[in-house]
């Protein structure tokens, strides 16, 4: 499985901001799909991941980001709102089926 992440940028605190992972090769709805970021400094957390059974936010996530996924198209996305100086991070489509798989990261930046 590879994994191509699209939608990263600058935007304004409070402002708003879509990702997309595009998975290629064979994916299962049952495997978990989903988001992780790093900020410089610090280690790589959790945002969001999805599967057939459970869809599962971090912390920084709650209440803000939406995640979702297309298995047909085998994509995943996740909708940021609300966002914040400190959710700036390089965003990681990850993927987790029989073996763990990692994008190349998208950069987000909250900033006015």
């Known amino acids: 499985v590879q994994l191509q992440a699209s939608g990263g940028g600058l935007v304004q605190p409070g402002g708003s901001l879509s990702l997309t992972c595009a998975a290629s090769?064979?994916?299962?709805?049952?495997?978990?799909f989903g988001w992780y970021r790093q900020a410089p400094g610090s280690q790589r957390e959790l945002v969001a991941t999805m599967s057939d059974r459970r869809t599962t936010y971090g912390d920084p996530a709650k209440g803000r980001f939406t995640i979702s996924r297309d298995n047909a198209k085998k994509l995943v996305y996740l909708q940021m709102t609300s966002l914040k100086p400190e959710d700036t991070a390089v965003y990681y489509c990850y993927y987790a089926g029989t073996y763990n798989y990692w994008g190349q990261g998208t950069l987000v930046t909250v900033s006015s």
């Open positions: 090769g064979r994916i299962f709805s049952s495997d978990v």
